[in-house]
């Protein structure tokens, strides 16, 4: 039963391992390319590489992103997370801005048990103040598990030998979550820090560790 247990965290955790997508300030993003580097707290340390290109600017600025996330630890690349996306600026009045953010996903979990490779999406809105030289704002959103492959490893199947491995359907789950964020902007740099916590989709189970924070720092080119 210990196993499953850890099967459930280990699900639990590939779906909350998340460093978000770039903190952007609306109105201080004249260059098209922006570069991050981000570090968080979730269940340990996770950091985080990201980079964006503007494709379109004027009233409702587009930015496609690819992010990478990996937690510290002895085998950093035994567990990951990749996005591919965009977000866009969807609503400007004077100094309040509302932007939509839409990704795909794939992440990769190990344990003794299990590794779990999983396909989903993340959608969030984001509304805020922003100036030139500072912003703040909030973000809702939500982060869905469409499809997972488990792997079991031979430890886990001498104690349950029944088990299968490969793809399960329909979706595992997901979670709801929400934070706060702000930035400070000088020259092309950006710092940038959210703190924020996640819930279950049922609204009735959190996470072992549902806070998560994330400060990171871009420079724009």
């Known amino acids: 039963m210990k196993s499953l247990h850890e099967i459930i965290f280990a699900l639990l955790f590939t779906l909350s391992?998340?460093?978000?997508?770039?903190?952007i300030n609306w109105e201080n993003l004249p260059q098209n390319n922006i570069?991050?580097?981000?570090?968080?707290?979730?269940?340990?340390?996770?950091?985080?590489?990201?980079?964006?290109?503007?494709?379109?600017?004027?009233?409702?600025?587009?930015?496609?992103?690819?992010?990478?996330?990996?937690?510290?630890?002895?085998?950093?690349?035994?567990?990951?997370?990749?996005?591919?996306?965009g977000q866009i600026r969807v609503l400007k009045v004077n100094n309040f801005n509302m932007s939509i953010k839409m990704q795909g996903i794939f992440r990769v979990y190990n344990s003794d048990f299990v590794k779990i490779s999983n396909f989903g999406s993340d959608f969030s809105t984001t509304i805020g103040y922003y100036r030139e030289r500072w912003f703040t704002g909030a973000e809702f959103g939500f982060d869905k598990a469409i499809v997972s492959r488990y792997i079991h490893t031979d430890l886990y199947k001498?104690?349950?030998?029944?088990?299968?491995?490969?793809?399960?359907?329909?979706?595992?789950?997901?979670?709801?979550?929400?934070?706060?964020?702000?930035?400070?902007?000088?020259?092309?740099?950006?710092?940038?820090?959210?703190?924020?916590?996640?819930?279950?989709?049922?609204?009735?189970?959190?996470?072992?560790?549902?806070?998560?924070?994330?400060i990171g720092y871009n420079i724009k080119f």
């Open 17 to 23: 391992l998340r460093i978000h997508a770039q903190v």
């Open 35 to 85: 570069a991050s580097v981000n570090f968080g707290t979730e269940y340990g340390i996770i950091s985080g590489l990201t980079y964006g290109y503007k494709i379109s600017d004027g009233k409702f600025p587009f930015l496609i992103n690819t992010e990478v996330s990996i937690p510290f630890g002895e085998k950093r690349l035994d567990d990951f997370k990749v996005k591919l996306g």
């Open 158 to 214: 001498s104690n349950f030998p029944d088990v299968k491995d490969g793809w399960y359907e329909p979706s595992t789950g997901g979670n709801y979550y929400y934070n706060v964020k702000g930035g400070y902007s000088f020259g092309e740099n950006d710092i940038t820090l959210s703190v924020g916590k996640i819930t279950s989709q049922d609204f009735k189970t959190s996470p072992l560790f549902p806070i998560f924070s994330q």
